[in-house]
């Protein structure tokens, strides 16, 4: 089996949750016309990293894709998240912090402090003026006031926490008035902080900020929440533990009822463990990277409206090169390619899988998360 540097590893098994459908929040949870409002895709914004340093870039959504706006440099550890109106930087480990950029010139406005440690994993909003943020390095939920850029209250997570004394919060999705915050339950003590377990998501009134239940999930590091683009389900992807093939997969919950609803897709069924999901605005399909059982990397979409769903290979490589992949509201699928020699974006049709792209858009550093700025 190929093997992945110890410092990739250590962020993918500790720090790579991705945003799913991070812009997904507002159907229902009152926004109005604000800072928050959601609108139509605009650019794709991109974190890079070497794992050494970091940067941001933006990219227009039409052809032939030209730079948009600034670049800024980021720390290491970065991704990036795509609110209504706020495109933010979130620094994690080492840095623990969050910066809100000018959504006209992607410039930094402001910057806020997580606490030292608390390693930042991604942001939800809340309302008009409120995001919550999720940290793997703390045993509470962080929401910040986005008008003074401070946090302005927590919610303690302490009593989920397994035997190293964090719950690890990651990945998060606000929907139908809840959000949903998934626990990774990693333990720190071992190298590459395996799981101790199945992974967790807690249910959470945003408003009360409150847990108002839990989830108990079959597969342990839940990485993505997506909302099923087909019923009234969430699907959960689980990285499950580095280096063993096949443990991870996607599950279904059903939050209204409180449950599981059991495996969808195995990583057997998948040729490996999921490490990001992104629905497709345009169909009833996700788009996955998957690590795969050989120790390579492969873009994967799944067809949700068949029985069973299809699994269908868009892209692979026998080398750890596809970190992301983001399908924007234009039909088209942002793909992160790390390679070692042409790293940069490439963009392919979301139905057809044609490539867009005569060759990688140029990121600075190699690309490593996408979302697209509203």
């Not at 969050?98 to 440690?117: F, R, Y």
């Not at 003074?148 to 190293?164: E, H, N, Q, R």
Request: glycine letters at 12%; a negative charge; charged letters at 20%.
């Amino acid at each position: 089996m190929r093997t992945l540097t110890a410092c990739a590893l250590l962020l993918f098994a500790s720090c790579g949750t991705d945003p799913g459908d991070a812009s997904g929040w507002g159907d229902d949870l009152g926004h109005g016309n604000s800072l928050l409002a959601p609108g139509p895709d605009r650019l794709a914004l991109v974190a890079a990293t070497d794992f050494s340093s970091g940067m941001y870039a933006a990219f227009d959504l039409d052809a032939p894709f030209g730079p948009f706006g600034e670049t800024g440099p980021a720390h290491s550890d970065v991704v990036v998240r795509c609110l209504p109106g706020a495109p933010l930087v979130v620094g994690r480990l080492g840095a623990d912090n969050l910066t809100l950029l000018d959504p006209a010139s992607l410039a930094p406005v402001a910057q806020t402090s997580l606490g030292t440690g608390a390693n930042p994993q991604d942001v939800a909003a809340i309302d008009d003026h409120t995001v919550a943020v999720s940290l793997l390095g703390a045993a509470h939920l962080a929401f910040v006031d986005v008008p003074s850029f401070k946090v302005a209250s927590t919610l303690d997570l302490s009593a989920f926490a397994d035997g190293d004394g964090l719950p690890e919060a990651g990945p998060m999705l606000a929907s139908r008035g809840r959000l949903l915050v998934a626990l990774e339950l990693l333990d720190r003590r071992t190298p590459l902080w395996d799981p101790s377990g199945p992974g967790r998501v807690v249910v959470v009134d945003p408003i009360a900020r409150v847990v108002t239940g839990s989830i108990a999930l079959g597969s342990g590091n839940p990485a993505t929440l997506v909302a099923s683009p087909v019923d009234e389900s969430v699907l959960v992807a689980c990285s499950g533990k580095l280096g063993v093939p096949g443990d991870g997969g996607i599950e279904r919950i059903d939050p209204e009822a409180g449950h599981s609803l059991g495996v969808l897709l195995s990583g057997a069924d998948l040729g490996g463990d999921p490490m990001t999901m992104d629905a497709d605005p345009g169909s009833a399909a996700v788009f996955l990277t998957i690590y795969t059982e050989s120790g390579g990397t492969a873009v994967k979409r799944v067809r949700l409206d068949e029985d069973p769903p299809r699994v269908e290979t868009l892209i692979e490589s026998a080398d750890y090169r596809f970190l992301d992949a983001a399908a924007d509201d234009q039909g088209r699928l942002w793909v992160a390619d790390r390679d070692p020699e042409h790293p940069g974006l490439r963009v392919f049709d979301a139905d057809t899988g044609r490539e867009l792209t005569d060759g990688p858009l140029d990121t600075g550093l190699p690309p490593f998360d996408v979302c697209f700025e509203q």
